[in-house]
């Protein structure tokens, strides 16, 4: 069969179009794409089927595991797709790496070295222990994060825009600077010793669940990421949906009981926004995915991310 490619203003992407065998499936159509114009490759390519003039419908991606001829009307030889370029792309290991690897260098740079100085503080900086736990707290955040993105997620997403690199990283740089120079400040006032220890207690022990969670996310796929979306269950998944974020949370919440500095509430807050709107479109997502209509089973009654409020 013969497939047009053409751009969203109706110019031909690849000229005189793509002759492709009848079993091919639309990842084969992306390679070919890639052989005639180098730089779209596969996941830099969305592919989807023409909308009627003035519709104002979504028009529908082209799943690359399917065969292409499965989009052609009435079996035709002919068929016509729509070519979007997304842009460079890159793996969410590298996108995760960056934006954590910031955070994870920047924080002991203003506890290790005489920044301060720079800031017009010149006398000797006395270290309380409680800077010293945070960066250690700090650290071990961050590296587990690195970890897990390595040797713990199996992401579905091929890739992601490498716009997001940047933006991703303007987050987690500018507010981890932002942290480490307030809690590493010369002029710190430390909580009392009772409340460090509890925040620092209760936010390992998060820490250490939010891994556990993660753990359990990564047994709904198999190695090779495939599986789709699961019903997530057991540990606190039996009660809530984002569990892996409702201990994100809570451990940046044990952090600030600990180190109690403005910078470190705004980012939990921030943060917990952000999770928050994301944990709501999961949730409907598992909803819609669960419906209990057609055999499939019905996803059920739990909390968003932070019960007993969502
Ligand atoms: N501090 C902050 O601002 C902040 C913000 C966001 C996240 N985080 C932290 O970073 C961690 C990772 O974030 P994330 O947004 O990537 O988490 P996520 O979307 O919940 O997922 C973690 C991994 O589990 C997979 N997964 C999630 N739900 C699944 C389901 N129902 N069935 C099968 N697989 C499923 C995801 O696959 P997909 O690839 O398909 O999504 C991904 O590979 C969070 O848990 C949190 O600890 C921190």
């Not at 996108?95 to 301060?116: A, K, R």
């Amino acid at each position: 069969m013969k497939v047009t490619i053409v751009s969203r203003s109706g110019r031909e992407v690849v000229k005189g179009g793509i002759v492709i065998n009848d079993s091919a499936l639309v990842s084969d159509l992306q390679k070919e794409i890639h052989a005639r114009v180098k730089k779209y490759y596969p996941s830099r390519q969305r592919l989807t089927l023409p909308l009627a003039t003035g519709s104002r419908e979504r028009p529908s991606v082209l799943n690359p595991k399917k065969c292409i001829k499965e989009y052609a009307e009435g079996n035709a030889e002919d068929l016509t797709v729509v070519f979007k370029d997304l842009g460079p792309q890159v793996s969410y290991s590298t996108l995760f790496f960056w934006e954590y690897l910031g955070p994870l260098i920047i924080y002991p740079i203003f506890y290790y070295f005489p920044v301060y100085k720079f800031f017009g503080y010149e006398d000797e900086r006395s270290i309380r222990p409680v800077q010293t736990y945070a960066v250690y707290y700090w650290c071990f955040h961050y590296f587990k994060r690195i970890m897990e993105t390595f040797f713990v997620h199996r992401f579905s997403h091929a890739t992601s825009p490498l716009s997001n690199v940047f933006r991703n990283c303007c987050y987690y740089w500018s507010f981890g600077s932002y942290i480490a120079y307030y809690v590493n400040h010369p002029l710190y006032t430390p909580v009392c010793d009772l409340q460090v220890k509890i925040g620092f207690g209760f936010g390992l022990l998060c820490q250490v669940s939010n891994l556990y969670c993660h753990i359990l996310l990564r047994r709904l796929r198999s190695p090779d990421s495939s599986g789709g979306y699961q019903i997530p269950s057991g540990f606190l998944f039996n009660i809530v949906t984002c569990a892996n974020y409702t201990t994100e949370i809570y451990q940046w919440l044990g952090f600030n009981i600990a180190t109690q500095t403005v910078a470190g509430y705004s980012f939990l807050v921030v943060a917990a926004l952000i999770m928050t709107n994301w944990a709501l479109a999961k949730h409907r997502r598992l909803k819609k995915l669960f419906d209990g209509k057609e055999g499939r089973p019905k996803y059920p009654r739990r909390w968003v991310i932070l019960p007993p409020f969502i």
